[in-house]
């Protein structure tokens, strides 16, 4: 599958990687150049710099070409903007989103957004080994 990933702190770089060596193509996108440090040498992925809701950006890293694309950047509201061009102008079938903030998880999911929510999924973990 070919994937785009916004987004190349802990998380996005992890999910880069692990996706990279089950045999899929990847690109990275992000903003600071020494994100891409976090890939490591042996990425066999491709990484582009740029913004990630920078339409010629999202070209350059083969997003018309898309099978999935995650954005996995620290700031919702641009992890919202990306996911939704990517769905919306660029028609990519399995997008996915972290949005930090429980209350806004909700009303993206109603629009149709895959999203992931590390704040509620901590919060439960938290919860389930405290209470035993």
């Keep these: 599958m070919k994937l785009v990933i916004v987004g190349c702190g802990r998380v996005g770089a992890m999910a880069a990687v692990a996706l990279s060596k089950a ?14 440090d976090r890939l ?22 083969g ?3 898309a099978d999935g694309f995650a954005s996995l950047t620290n700031g919702d509201n641009r992890n919202i903007m990306a996911a939704q061009i990517a769905r919306e102008i660029f028609k990519v ?9 429980p209350m806004r998880e909700d009303v993206y999911r109603e629009l149709g957004l895959n999203t992931v929510c590390p704040t509620l999924s901590g919060a439960r973990k938290i919860h389930a080994m405290l209470k035993g």
């Design 93 to 101: 079938p399995r997008v996915i989103t972290r949005i930090y903030d």
């Design 63 to 65: 997003i018309e070409k």
């Design 40 to 61: 490591g040498g042996d990425f066999k992925g491709e990484m582009v710099l740029g913004n990630g809701i920078d339409e010629d950006v999202l070209r350059q890293a």
């Design 23 to 36: 045999g899929h193509e990847v690109t990275v996108i992000d903003s600071n150049r020494r994100a891409f």
